[in-house]
């Protein structure tokens, strides 16, 4: 039953580390009339096949015949009703992931989208596009900074026809910059196929990789249990993380520039968009820090690095600062891998705004939280 390989598959990859991290990618199989694609909210390790949405193909085909609103809040609003009228019975309360028509279109039984930091060390490089050439050639499609949603899938469906024109093919490798990649085939052995062979072959351009052999996170400590208690007073709770590559980022501001922004939509979602990097390393000095990031961001800040010090993690629960820190850790390894690339590229302010104020990626938020 295709259904249970796809449950596999997404066991898979969502228990490998290397390949998903919180709730990041999502994973689907098709048939004739029937999508089963990843419940937004679920995770893929611990995916059964009640995690899936069965969605009604003919009914999200009708989407592309409508025409949406010009004003991004509207059109994505109205977008996401239609996707939820695609529901077939029985599934009214489970929500599809957000990249349903992304799954939908592409002309595979299986399609799997991850972020690796290995892949996301290409896409969110300078010289990502251009290398990506070189490796791949004419198997892969690059899709340009685009926002999620609606637009995103629209962008691909019109690079994908045209890749399907020039070649002949059905393309089954999109890498999409500052975001992931998707892989398609019509069989799970296939899929891992395909990935193993993006994994070796950007593998082998690697120059160097993140140390974290002496890494420590803490969530107590006696040299910063003050600091700790401080700043889960103002956010919920916290935690740290310290070692040699962390020692590196947090030298000084310029040493921090690597990572002082946001790679991906997961690195928004669970790490915030703006890291404050403070040289105050008394209590009152971060929580004066704190205030001045809130006053020039207008949003808390999830990822305080101390000069000389370490990282800190806050979120509103013991959980929701863990997985603020390793989302953190992850956009080490990609700066680190993107040195290999031309170096670091983050999200441009529109695009992490558009994430910033998106409902779909509020409600992953606050999932995750829980």
């Given at each position: 039953?295709?259904?249970?390989?796809?449950?596999?598959?997404?066991?898979?990859?969502?228990?490998?580390?290397?390949?998903?991290?919180?709730?990041?990618?999502?994973?689907?199989?098709?048939?004739?009339?029937?999508?089963?694609?990843?419940?937004?909210?679920?995770?893929?390790?611990?995916?059964?096949?009640?995690?899936?949405?069965?969605?009604?193909?003919?009914?999200?085909?009708?989407?592309?015949?409508?025409?949406?609103?010009?004003?991004?809040?509207?059109?994505?609003?109205?977008?996401?009703?239609?996707?939820?009228?695609?529901?077939?019975?029985?599934?009214?309360?489970?929500?599809?992931?957000?990249?349903?028509?992304?799954?939908?279109?592409?002309?595979?039984?299986?399609?799997?989208?991850?972020?690796?930091?290995?892949?996301?060390?290409?896409?969110?490089?300078?010289?990502?596009?251009?290398?990506?050439?070189?490796?791949?050639?004419?198997?892969?499609?690059?899709?340009?900074?685009?926002?999620?949603?609606?637009?995103?899938?629209?962008?691909?469906?019109?690079?994908?026809?045209?890749?399907?024109?020039?070649?002949?093919?059905?393309?089954?490798?999109?890498?999409?910059?500052?975001?992931?990649?998707?892989?398609?085939?019509?069989?799970?052995?296939?899929?891992?196929?395909?990935?193993?062979?993006?994994?070796?072959?950007?593998?082998?351009r690697i120059k160097r990789h993140p140390d974290f052999s002496d890494e420590k996170i803490l969530s107590a400590d006696y040299k910063i249990n003050d600091t700790l208690k401080a700043l889960a007073d103002l956010a919920g709770s916290a935690v740290f993380m310290r070692g040699g590559e962390i020692f590196t980022l947090v030298k000084d501001h310029a040493s921090f520039a690597p990572v002082s922004s946001a790679f991906t939509p997961d690195h928004i979602v669970y790490a915030g968009s703006n890291p404050l990097f403070t040289e105050a390393n008394t209590n009152a000095g971060i929580r004066d820090a704190w205030k001045k990031h809130i006053e020039k961001t207008g949003r808390d800040p999830k990822i305080i690095a101390v000069q000389g010090l370490g990282v800190f993690s806050v979120g509103p629960s013991e959980k929701a600062a863990l997985l603020a820190l390793e989302l953190f850790r992850d956009s080490v390894k990609v700066a680190v891998y993107s040195q290999s690339f031309g170096g670091p590229l983050f999200m441009t302010k529109d695009k992490i705004d558009f994430i910033n104020n998106w409902e779909v990626e509020r409600y992953r938020a606050n999932i995750s939280a829980k």
């Open positions: 039953m295709s259904l249970k390989s796809l449950v596999e598959l997404s066991n898979y990859y969502g228990k490998n580390p290397d390949y998903v991290l919180a709730g990041g990618g999502n994973t689907s199989w098709k048939d004739g009339e029937t999508l089963y694609v990843k419940a937004s909210g679920t995770s893929l390790a611990e995916a059964v096949p009640d995690s899936f949405v069965k969605m009604d193909r003919r009914v999200l085909a009708r989407i592309w015949e409508k025409r949406y609103p010009e004003s991004s809040d509207e059109r994505e609003s109205a977008v996401l009703a239609d996707l939820m009228a695609a529901r077939k019975p029985g599934e009214e309360k489970k929500r599809p992931s957000v990249e349903i028509l992304l799954h939908d279109i592409l002309p595979f039984a299986f399609v799997v989208h991850l972020h690796p930091a290995l892949v996301n060390g290409l896409t969110c490089s300078q010289q990502g596009e251009k290398t990506a050439k070189e490796i791949f050639g004419n198997e892969a499609v690059w899709i340009p900074p685009v926002n999620p949603g609606y637009v995103l899938s629209k962008t691909v469906k019109v690079a994908i026809d045209d890749y399907k024109s020039e070649n002949g093919k059905a393309a089954a490798v999109i890498f999409l910059q500052n975001h992931g990649v998707f892989v398609g085939d019509n069989s799970s052995e296939g899929i891992k196929e395909i990935y193993d062979g993006i994994m070796n072959k950007i593998g082998t």
